[in-house]
């Protein structure tokens, strides 16, 4: 799929830099080739430790989301602003935008304190961007109400590593994998989320079959599936599995307890506490075999190395904590921590998350490490910065900091690089506050997120491929972000915004020495490097220069220092007050929102292979939307069965706080009372009408925002539902290609009609081609006039369509053919031949000849015609058909010998990657099939 591949041709005219992808914590180098006006093609950077020259599906599609004809629908280009509420946003200046927030918060805290304004900004930013955002909020302003999406991400494993080893720093790096003997993934699909860390495990048990791997995870993912050990534990239940692998290795004497005398303290109190987490009763509690709970104690408690590899299961929870602080627990207990193949990694979600914890970008924290509440790092960072002091009082967390808005409390918000509308939980909260907000500012790159919709002001920024600064990695490692286009329209960087802004806002204070008077991003560095100086993530050996000419390095890397430190702690001393690491007590504490008869299902939330968050980038590339094409509520297929559920009927799924209309999909990956919604499946994409108006939000509509009392992050990953058959006999879907240009622009005009069905969903489809689909459902048929604008958008009007209409049934096909092939389908009442048309369409094979199939009424169809089905390799544009007729013809007699069968008859698997653990899955059920069918 890569644009090009190795070794590189550099056509005259182009360019080639080095810089990071955007998506996620892996951090992968990438190289872009451009124009200068345009990104022309991406492949990984072979000299980038965290991915060695690959690239997964999204990485290695970043040039087509950077298609100017895309960039110019889906981006915001101009400041707009609005004085009232009454009027719509208008165009306006930099100079008037910068002039009006500077006015507007001078007055706001005037009126009612620093504390009426509140910061809710990204992981997504460069380190840069968040520097200059924390000083202005807590510097300038005087608010520690700044806080950061981050706070859905990373916060618990933040708080288990501060409270056990003393310190917000993984200890492990990712060559680790190479030297492990064992891998313990806990709540994390790093086959989905972390693919190109996925391929390197893949590597490392290829050539160490010995190397063994443990996967605790509430779903049967292609992570687990992979598992020598898989234990499918109760949602929530990871401290009672933690505390209980620690009770069997300490009743079985794995424990190195010379490791736990000289360099740990509290060990008494936990072996105390956990004696009670019996096999029995552990087992009991995570709903797995006493057998297996022992197999994988000993697996671990023998390992040589034992590396955990974790992610949102753990942190996303009303014990993220307790959960992370648990595993470090088991870590320190076996002595599996600074040695080369140990120790608790945790994979942070976004590409920088890292930065902004590095910077302290979060309520409670502060620059280099340090903690608000510690005066003398508050004094510190006040003498860093040239201010008098930093304020002491706590900022509020995310939850609350929307709570407040709602509230009144906090009365102007600014929001970057981030889509609350979409993202938080309980959605009816964050709405309510968006509406109550006295102002509302989002800076953001795409004006296509549900979050826009709410701005007052929108400062359009930039993004990847224009964006100059670092972004830090899991393995705590820097790379330079580099931009390699200039600017759309008047968009800017967001570290310039905030400057701008905290500069007017200076003159406005009688401020008469600017502390913003950056002219570069890498002065902004230099400044935060010079906070981190004797700190634990010292960086005072580095500079731009050094991260240009010597590539990505890992922090530490203090001044005098010829490299950064791979792997901490290897001396055994931790960086707490006795210099020993702490065992911390970890209670098993339930779910926040337990099931019961009246929500009986447990919904949790994860990430689909191709899609990135709240989509608004990945959202723009069609052949992303190939591998799960729509939104879906899975289900086990045995709760399907007891409700006479079918695949893609519509279910009412409603928690406590909500209810979101989705089509229901049978998961093998499901244990029966479970439920799973991809988090990616904002209002943007799926909605339906509400007694407000405003439509439903999508899947956070239903989640809770139950905290973790230590990290405040919600529990984002479980909610208790109930899912009913929702009765809507007629159904309305229309899809067809749209003109490159023009794509997003009918994708926007047609998300204000979701809000006018029971039902309905908005997404893209194609290759060669985009081709947007919306599907809706109703109770009733919707009026012929909402019918022919929606088509009409589609262009299928005027006479040039062959229509097929049935009043007395209430069906109707309508199609748009140019030249014999279906161009814009649209179907309503009886859809049965979105089957076939669909395809057709997808692959344009000729149809006039079909005249008379498609005006009979049942257009079954037509003899020979075979569906293609989901697209597996998205790479090489392999489908799920074609994969098992390869299978069935060929004879292979282990599934490696199938695998490599396949690849090399259809090259799926054969370049990214990201879809070789799903072929294993599709070898391993067409074997059983035909080994039951014997
Ligand atoms: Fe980007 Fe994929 Fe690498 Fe993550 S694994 S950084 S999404 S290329």
Redesign the pocket.
Known sequence: MNAFSHPPFVPAGLKETKT?????????G?IVQSDGQQVVGVR?DPDHP??LG???????T?HLSADPLLQQQARALHPELRETRAEERRPASWQETGDFLARRIADTIARHGPDSIGFYISGQLLTEDYYVFNKLAKGLIGTNNVDTNSRLCMSSAVAGYKQTLGADAPPACYEDIDHADLLFIAGSNTAYA????YRRIEEARRVNPGLRMIVADPRRTDTARDADLFLQILPGTDVALFNGLLHICLWEGLVDQAFIDSHTEGFTELKNAVRDYTPRHVAGICGISEEDLGKAARWFGEAKAALSLYCQGLNQSSSGTAKNAALINLHLATGQIGKPGAGPFSLTGQ?NAMGGREVGGMANLLSGHRDLANPEHRAEVARLWGVDDVPATPGKTAIPMFEAVRSGEIKILWIACTNPAQSLPDQNLVQQALRHAELVIVQEAYRSTATVAYADVLLPATTWSEKEGTVT?SERRITRFKPVLPPPGEARHDWRIVVDVARRLEMLMGRERSLFSYESPEAIWNEHRETTRGRDLDITGLSYRILEEQGPQQWPFPEGAASGRKRLYEDGRFPTASGRARFVVTPYKPVAEPVDARYPFRMTTGRLRDQ?HGMSRTGTVAQLFSHAAEPAVVLAPIDMERRLLKQGDLVHVTSRRGSQLLPVAGGDDMRSGQAFVAMHWGQEYVSGRSADGGGSHGVNALTLPALDPYSFQPELKHAAVKILKAELPWRFLVFGWAAPAEVLRLQAALRPYMKRFAYASCTLFGRERTGVLFRAADDYPAEPALIAEIEARFGIEGAQVLRYDDRRRGNARHLRLAEGRLEAVSLAGDIAAESWLREYLDGGQPVAALGRLLLSPSATAPQGFKARGRVVCNCHNVAESEIVDALAAQASDTPQEALCSLQQRLKCGTS?G?CVPELKKIILHESMARAEAI
């Open positions: 990071t992808c955007c998506y996620c914590g892996v951090g992968c990438v990984g965290a991915n690959k690239l997964c599906t999204k990485g290695s970043l972390h693919p190109i860390l590409p990695n990135w990214c990201s």
